[in-house]
């Protein structure tokens, strides 16, 4: 049976994330309603990573098997028919039997967007934070780099550390590649690269670096929050609608 491999574009703003949930409108649960319609198959699309409710893709991949007859090709359009305008499949390949979304990722890239100007366009409000109030740019440029390398990331994890988001078994270690803060026009853009995210791991350290930014914590309190490996000392979620999953490396 072919082994499907896709790659997703959606704006999460509709969605209660990407994992399917009871009762709940999600993006795998959205997607694998539009397969069945395809293949008359009943099958769970599984995703590189479990994005939140209200958090955008760039290009999620997915992969799933199927016994349809449909040539991997034509997927992109007869999906495309059946999505919401806020679900775009981008490519459909034929992958080896044993490429898994998830499991064979080497590495993951999130961005996450800041809107610095005064007013936010109304058809940009879904899509950023709107934080129009004054931030120490280059100390938080100064600061992003020190969270790069292998860390126990616990201070910057959900408090509900139990639920895995980069498969089994669940740990806090994480290695970041690289970490760096930058202006475009009016938007600050914080791109993180790492071998995999904790739940909230990247939005908890936009939150922690607008602090820096703010001149409530310094530059050298990031590694002793990432010491501390508790939740408390570092910053606040930042909203999810800033964030984007912008690729994954296998």
Same mark, same amino acid.
């Given at each position: 049976?072919?082994?499907?491999?896709?790659?997703?574009?959606?704006?999460?703003?509709?969605?209660?994330?990407?994992?399917?949930?009871?009762?709940?409108?999600?993006?795998?649960?959205?997607?694998?309603?539009?397969?069945?319609?395809?293949?008359?198959?009943?099958?769970?699309?599984?995703?590189?990573?479990?994005?939140?409710?209200?958090?955008?893709?760039?290009?999620?991949?997915?992969?799933?098997?199927?016994?349809?007859?449909?040539?991997?090709?034509?997927?992109?359009?007869?999906?495309?028919?059946?999505?919401?305008?806020?679900?775009?499949?981008? /490519?459909? +390949?034929?992958?080896?039997?044993? $490429?898994? @979304?998830?499991?064979? %990722? =080497? !590495?993951?890239?999130?961005?996450?967007?800041?809107?610095?100007?005064?007013?936010?366009?109304?058809?940009?409000?879904?899509?950023?934070?709107?934080?129009?109030?004054?931030?120490?740019?280059?100390?938080?440029?100064?600061?992003?780099?020190?969270? /790069?390398? +292998?860390?126990?990331?616990?201070? $910057?994890? @959900?408090?509900?550390? %139990? =639920? !895995?988001?980069?498969?089994?078994?669940?740990?806090?270690?994480?290695?970041?590649?690289?970490?760096?803060?930058?202006?475009?026009?009016?938007?600050?853009?914080?791109?993180?690269?790492?071998?995999?995210?904790?739940?909230?791991?990247?939005?908890?350290?936009?939150?922690?670096?607008?602090?820096?930014?703010?001149?409530?914590?310094?530059?050298?309190?990031?590694?002793?929050?990432?010491?501390?490996?508790?939740?408390?000392?570092?910053?606040?979620?930042?909203?999810?609608?800033?964030?984007?999953?912008?690729?994954?490396?296998?």
């Amino acid at each position: 049976m072919p082994n499907l491999k896709l790659i997703l574009a959606y704006d999460g703003s509709d969605f209660a994330g990407w994992q399917v949930q009871p009762d709940a409108v999600t993006v795998q649960g959205t997607l694998a309603s539009a397969i069945g319609r395809v293949t008359g198959e009943k099958v769970l699309p599984q995703g590189s990573g479990r994005t939140d409710a209200g958090v955008h893709a760039l290009a999620q991949v997915v992969t799933f098997v199927t016994e349809s007859s449909v040539p991997a090709a034509n997927f992109v359009k007869a999906l495309n028919d059946i999505l919401p305008p806020t679900v775009r499949v981008l /490519e459909v +390949e034929e992958a080896a039997a044993d $490429f898994h @979304a998830r499991k064979s %990722a =080497r !590495g993951k890239t999130y961005r996450y967007r800041i809107y610095r100007a005064a007013i936010c366009p109304p058809f940009l409000s879904r899509f950023v934070w709107h934080y129009p109030f004054p931030l120490d740019e280059l100390v938080m440029a100064r600061a992003a780099p020190l969270v /790069e390398g +292998e860390h126990d990331f616990t201070s $910057f994890a @959900a408090v509900d550390p %139990a =639920r !895995g988001r980069e498969g089994e078994p669940v740990s806090n270690l994480r290695r970041i590649f690289s970490s760096r803060w930058e202006r475009a026009g009016d938007e600050l853009i914080y791109t993180v690269k790492g071998s995999g995210f904790l739940h909230h791991m990247v939005r908890n350290l936009v939150g922690t670096f607008i602090l820096v930014g703010k001149g409530t914590l310094a530059v050298e309190d990031v590694p002793r929050i990432l010491q501390a490996r508790n939740r408390s000392t570092a910053g606040a979620t930042a909203p999810a609608c800033g964030l984007y999953l912008v690729g994954v490396d296998y």
